[in-house]
């Protein structure tokens, strides 16, 4: 299979006061084209710092990312701006929603951002069509008019799950995904994930729970800020 994302000895450390510490101590990793994959490890490990930046949201110290022929780590800011909005999709442990916005303008929020006001007019029936679609699949579709406070948790991922699709972005990136609900609801957003996979998504999940990780196809584990071998 294609490699879609790898890490070459990256490194992250933060200043904390007078205390330099370091998170990531040199990271090599590689995640193929429709893999799902699970990053586990202990509180503090470096997971959500390599999912960040995995993503583009954080830049290593050291070290290279790359996405297929594209050195993320060099890109200057509107090409990382096009990576984060077109090509890579964020599923957060706190769903991260836009309280002032409904439902179905929260899923639309990503490709509302890559149009712009101008092109906004022409594009918006095609945009809500395939939120529409979106929030159906993960069914919504009775909540679009909803803002998100009035949802469950379960349903507020879901949301937050169909915004990270809005685009159709090659990579989705989840960090604890399943932390902020019960068995029962995290166990639903995991099936979501693996019939998404099952589609073709490339999926990386972090998560400090090893029966979660479970659900992947494949697990890494991160020790000390590097990946176990």
């Known amino acids: 299979m294609e490699t879609i994302i790898k890490t070459d000895n990256i490194k992250k450390s933060y200043k904390m006061g007078k205390t330099q510490l370091e998170v990531l101590r040199g990271v090599d990793l590689s995640i193929k084209k429709g893999e799902f ?4 490890g202990a509180s503090g490990s470096g997971k959500s710092t390599l999912l960040h930046i995995l993503g583009a949201l954080d830049t290593p110290d050291s070290g290279s990312v ?5 050195r993320l780590d060099r890109l200057r800011w509107g090409k990382l701006n096009h990576f984060r909005n077109k090509t890579v999709g964020f599923v957060f442990q706190f769903y991260h929603l836009l309280d002032e916005l409904t ?17 906004w007019p022409s594009l918006k029936p095609k945009i809500q069509e395939r939120a529409y679609g979106l929030l159906e699949r993960f069914g919504l579709k009775d909540r679009i008019k909803h803002k998100p ?18 685009n159709a972005p090659p990579l989705l990136l989840a960090d604890e995904p399943t932390g902020n609900l019960d068995s029962q609801t995290g166990h639903g957003i995991l099936e979501a994930f693996k019939e998404l ?15 979660i990780a479970d659900q992947a196809s494949r697990t890494i584990q991160l020790l000390d800020g590097k990946v176990k071998s």
Do not use: K
């Not at 439902?103 to 092109?119: D, I, K, R």
């Not at 406070?149 to 915004?163: M, N, P, W």
């Open 103 to 119: 439902v179905l303008e929260n899923a639309m929020a990503p490709a509302m951002a890559s149009v712009g006001t101008v092109g």
């Open 37 to 40: 994959v699970a990053v586990v």
């Open 149 to 166: 406070y009035e949802l469950s948790g379960g349903e507020r991922q879901r949301v937050a799950i169909a915004r990270a699709l809005m």
């Open 197 to 211: 996979n099952a589609e073709g998504q490339t999926i990386v999940m972090v998560t400090h729970d090893e029966r």
């Open 66 to 70: 790359h996405y297929q022929d594209q």
